[in-house]
């Protein structure tokens, strides 16, 4: 190592000699042998120096020699950019081995985003008229990887010249060259249509396929070329028989499939031409049914062409049918094991023969991938044709028994997309083994998939109700949030079947508590009908005499269980409050029990425990009120919003005076932006007479608002702050905090005609308590707008009456 180093440079007093550059082999090897990476760095910066030297020295023949151990260097991860200069001056070299080497560092150091780049275009386009096909293949190369939209534009023609060239080798490199320009530039695309449509002519496959993917370039970036290209069908149904019956060949045969690159590129070029095209689709009919018939499936080549046809037929318009009906049989054979088929009758007949091959493909075929993708096009089809996919149910539910763990999710959520309320209890028996041992990350996807399954289409809810419990029982801990509150709305509405629930889930709970969902359930069940489980009788399931003891015993082990949550204990302790209630001999061990989470850590336990304790001590005589059972949680009711509180649904009061109409027309604008003047000006207000004030009765359910002690209910006052043309505003406010306050305005029409196009707006100032209300209606065809200032408001925690005055 010391003496690599050592042969690099001697130093005479002002003089550096260097001596001959080692060779790239041997760079090579010693930054390979480096043992730590500090070693390595020192390599490389020693090498960089010397090539630095080397650039420096100017033409001495080892320039070449120099950029491709700098290119190395490059490739380890290293700076090199301090070689972009000398690739620009390699590739104007006459030389071809520095040329090449200079094309070779420009594609690998160069990008369009340098300036540096710009500097090779007039070489590029030098070397594009260059008598030598290997100096015209090397320009052509750099410009296809890194040319920048306006080096595209500069040499777009030149490309399209030698799109014309009587030589192959060029004629394949410009082709690929053109891709590269239209995706750069697309507006350059009608540039290339006719020398692309002239390529197909050519023999040489490797022209054939540039042209081909040129041509599907063509068609995507601009919809209007479709109709050219379409001319040229034929000639590609031509090009593609030739490739299915042509005989062996050396230079182009992979796994016994003649250039599968090729077939596959065609067949997703015919794809879009014939998509919406009847003339089109009933040219390339005859050459699919030949293409399935002729193709070995037995081979990754020959399934990745019949993969590619059977997109083909899904995707055209074919009106007459695919003949060979004496082949039907034997497509069906050889591509059983491949991902899709073709029918040989009406479309739709050709439809369902191509579904059936799929299905057996999913389960036959012996590659995973080859499953995978089955799987996949029969997912889409599924949306479209439910019924043809729904024969092969079978088929798709074996796919779940498959090793391969993507391949099962792909079969999961078709075997989901299948259910049905025809063969929902199959179906379903199907998934709930699945569930037992599919593997952890398919889980919540499968309990899931099962809830939403039994919700559209369970045929009882005792059928529903045990659907989810052998749910929680398998899968507890993998289901999601919203499965116990909607499980627990399920059970509350089944009101004959409260016995056969808690039975059940009692023994769950007896038997396991690990599964958190199910014991959550399970406290909250036992909660409410309690005095169901300890009475023992039960039609629908075998009883079992269940003692007080037991089950407290059962909801002890829940409170005290390292597995519980925080949550699972709040149900826990609700449900053995609850059983105070419903049992007669155990009420001071449920005291004990209840006073002892009094001193929880958990802050939301010990409220409910010291909530609870108030119950006995100071409202015993209301806990039998309190703790009765829930009422019925009606799902579709206005006022089930399934977790989201925005607001009370009330009964309208025919009694008092109609409501206001509100206005449906949208405000203007104008209007819209003066409500920011409403806290413009202040005038002197006024005192109103207050209108009456309404009082609540106090019950004795109010008390429940002072579990605690120290707080009574006080009537909050409603007062009258603007009363005009037959229309009352009615002020109520209720004291939240400290420093917040809730404001209601209730609006009442008194007259016996509709007011219509009624707003209100208001409007609060962030430095004083104060608010000015609008008003704008129309009423018996005259519109009325007035605005009033509320500059105090009427509440118990205020002293005085509200202060209002109209502006």
């Not at 920011?676 to 005192?687: A, F, R, S, V």
């Not at 909050?716 to 702050?721: E, F, G, I, K, N």
């Not at 009423?779 to 209002?804: E, R, Y």
Request: net charge negative; charged share 20%; glycine share 4%.
């Amino acid at each position: 190592m010391m003496e690599y180093f050592c042969a690099k440079s001697t130093t005479s007093g002002f003089d550096t000699v260097m001596t001959p550059s080692v060779r790239l082999q041997e760079m090579i090897r010693v930054i390979r042998s480096a043992r730590t990476q500090g070693e390595e760095r020192g390599i490389i910066q020693r090498e960089c120096a010397d090539i630095r030297a080397q650039f420096r020295q100017g033409d001495n023949g080892e320039r070449s020699h120099s950029l491709a151990k700098l290119l190395y260097v490059h490739m380890l991860g290293y700076p090199a950019h301090f070689g972009q200069m000398e690739c620009v001056r390699l590739i104007a070299s006459p030389r071809y081995n520095e040329k090449r080497m200079g094309y070779l560092g420009a594609m690998m150091l160069l990008d369009e985003k340098q300036d540096a780049s710009l500097l090779i275009t007039n070489s590029i386009k030098n070397d594009l008229s260059h008598s030598s096909q290997y100096v015209q293949s090397l320009a052509l190369c750099t410009l296809a990887c890194m040319g920048s939209a306006e080096m595209c534009r500069d040499l777009a023609s030149e490309i399209e010249r030698l799109l014309r060239a009587s030589n192959s080798y060029i004629k394949k490199k410009a082709t690929l060259c053109a891709v590269h320009i239209i995706r750069k530039v697309p507006e350059l695309a009608e540039l290339f249509i006719p020398s692309a449509r002239s390529l197909l002519s050519e023999k040489n496959h490797g022209v054939l396929h540039g042209a081909v993917v040129l041509i599907t370039e063509l068609c995507e970036r601009n919809p209007d070329t479709l109709d050219q290209f379409r001319k040229a069908v034929p000639e590609l149904v031509q090009i593609m028989k030739g490739l299915v019956t042509s005989s062996y060949s050396p230079e182009h045969n992979v796994a016994g499939i003649s250039d599968p690159f090729l077939q596959v590129r065609i067949l997703r070029l015919l794809r879009i031409l014939g998509h919406n095209n009847d003339t089109a689709s009933d040219a390339m009919n005859d050459l699919l049914a030949q293409v399935a018939t002729n193709t070995d499936s037995s081979k990754t080549a020959g399934s990745a062409v019949l993969y590619e046809t059977v997109l083909t037929i899904m995707d055209i318009n074919s009106e007459s049918g695919l003949r060979y009906e004496a082949e039907q049989e034997r497509v069906l054979w050889e591509l059983n094991e491949a991902a899709g088929a073709i029918a040989q009758h009406t479309p739709h007949e050709q439809r369902d023969f191509y579904y059936a091959t799929v299905a057996g493909a999913a389960s036959a075929f012996p590659v995973m991938s080859m499953s995978y993708i089955s799987m996949t096009s029969l997912q889409k089809i599924v949306q479209t044709d439910h019924n043809a996919v729904q024969r092969h149910r079978g088929t798709i539910v074996d796919c779940l028994k498959d090793q391969d763990t993507s391949v099962k999710r792909r079969a999961l959520e078709l075997s989901l997309a299948l259910v049905s309320a025809v063969n929902i209890r199959s179906m379903m028996k199907e998934l709930l083994i699945f569930l037992s041992t599919c593997p952890l990350e398919l889980r919540s996807q499968t309990a899931s998939g099962i809830f939403n399954a039994a919700e559209r289409y369970s045929p009882s809810k005792r059928w529903h109700i045990d659907t989810i419990l052998h749910v929680l029982t398998t899968a507890g801990g993998d289901v999601r949030d919203e499965t116990v509150p909607n499980l627990i709305q399920l059970i509350s509405t089944a009101s004959e079947l409260h016995c056969y629930t808690v039975h059940k889930l009692y023994r769950a709970l007896v038997k396991d508590i690990s599964q958190q969902s199910l014991v959550q359930v399970a406290c909250w069940c036992i909660g409410e009908y309690g005095d169901l489980l300890l009475k023992g009788e039960c039609e629908e399931i075998e009883p079992v005499q269940v003692s007080e003891d037991d089950v407290l015993e059962a909801l002890e082990t829940v409170l005290q269980s390292h597995m519980s949550s925080p949550a699972t204990r709040g149900f826990a302790l609700t449900a053995t409050m609850k059983l105070s209630t419903r049992i007669t001999d155990n009420v001071d061990r449920i005291r004990s029990i209840v006073s002892i989470y009094g001193s929880c850590i958990d802050l939301e336990l010990q409220q409910r425990a010291v909530e609870y304790n108030a119950l006995f001590k100071k409202y015993d005589h209301m806990r039998a009120a309190v703790l009765e059972r829930m009422p019925v949680i009606d799902k579709n009711s206005p006022g089930h919003t399934n977790g989201d509180t925005s607001g009370e649904v009330k009964e309208p009061d025919t009694s008092k005076p109609k409501p206001v109409e509100a206005g449906l027309l949208s405000e203007p604008v104008s209007q819209v932006c003066d409500l920011l003047d409403l806290l413009g000006g202040t005038d002197t207000p006024l005192q109103p007479n207050p209108a009456p004030t309404s009082t609540s009765t106090t019950t004795s359910s109010a008390d429940l608002l002072d579990l605690l002690g120290g707080l009574e209910p006080t009537p909050v006052p409603s007062v009258t702050v603007y009363e005009k043309n037959g229309l009352s505003l009615k002020m109520q406010c209720d004291k939240q905090t400290e420093t917040d306050i809730t404001v209601t305005l209730i609006a009442s029409n008194s007259t016996q005609s509709d007011i219509t196009n009624f707003t209100l707006q208001a409007a609060v100032p962030k430095v004083s308590l104060k608010m000015r209300v609008r008003v704008s209606y129309s009423n018996q065809g005259a519109v009325h707008q007035d605005t009033v200032q509320i500059d105090s408001f009427p509440s118990p925690a205020w002293n005085g009456q509200p202060s209002i005055s109209p502006l």
